[in-house]
C-alpha cells in the first residue's frame, strides 16, 4: 500500500511540475504568435490558384481561420463564416477572410466548398508549415488581425453563431480602428 501510495505521489507531483512548466515556458518568446504580437508573414496558394501573402493585406482586418475537412466543429462553423463573408458591412469595412486548410488535397477541399456552398478564401497549407507557424495545436483555430497586422485575439474551437464571429469583428475593429 506504501509503494502505491509513494508512486501515487510521485505522479501526481510530476504532472503538477509539468503542467507549472507548461504554462510558463515560451510565453516570453517573440515569435509565439499571442494577441498584441504582430502575426506572421506568410504566402500559400488558394484553391483557386492564387498566391496570398498575409503581409499583402495590410490595411485590411483579417481572420485567419485554421481547418480541415474531417474536423467536425470546423463543419459546423463553415456556415456561420459564409455568412460573415457575405455581409455588406463587413466588405463594406474590408474584412478579408483567410480559410487555411490543413494538409489536404485541393480535390478534397474543393469538394467540401462546393457541398456547403462556400465561397470565402481558401488556402491550401499542405505540410502544415504555416500552422505550425502560429502554434496550431487544435482545429478550429481562429486568428483576428487588425489593418496593422497586429493579433488581435484568438479563438480554439468553433464558433456557436455568426452573431460570435461578429462579436469579435466588432472588437477588433473598435479597439484598432480597422
Do not use: H
Not at 500500500?1 to 511540475?17: D, E, N, S, W
Not at 515569435?31 to 498566391?51: H, K, M, Y
Not at 481558401?122 to 487544435?138: C, F, H, I, M, P
Amino acid at each position: 500500500m506504501k509503494i502505491i501510495l509513494r508512486t501515487a505521489l510521485v505522479i501526481v507531483l510530476l504532472v503538477a511540475g509539468l503542467a507549472a512548466a507548461g504554462c510558463s515556458v515560451g510565453t516570453d518568446r517573440a515569435d509565439i504568435p499571442v494577441p498584441g504580437r504582430t502575426a506572421p508573414d506568410f504566402q500559400l496558394q488558394s484553391l483557386g490558384g492564387e498566391t496570398v501573402s498575409l503581409s499583402g493585406l495590410r490595411g485590411r482586418p483579417v481572420m485567419v481561420n485554421f481547418w480541415a475537412t474531417w474536423c467536425g466543429p470546423c463543419r459546423e462553423e463553415m456556415p456561420f463564416i459564409q455568412q460573415v463573408y457575405e455581409d455588406t458591412t463587413w466588405k463594406a469595412r474590408g474584412l478579408v477572410i483567410l480559410a487555411v486548410n490543413l494538409a489536404e488535397s485541393p480535390a478534397k477541399v474543393q469538394e467540401f466548398m462546393d457541398e456547403l456552398g462556400l465561397t470565402f478564401t481558401v488556402l491550401l497549407d499542405s505540410r502544415q508549415e504555416v500552422g505550425k507557424l502560429y502554434n496550431v495545436s487544435a482545429i478550429p483555430t481562429t486568428y483576428f488581425i487588425d489593418k496593422n497586422g497586429i493579433i488581435r485575439d484568438v479563438k480554439i474551437g468553433s464558433f456557436q453563431s455568426a452573431a460570435e464571429i461578429d462579436a469579435r469583428l466588432q472588437k477588433l475593429v473598435a479597439e484598432n480602428g480597422s
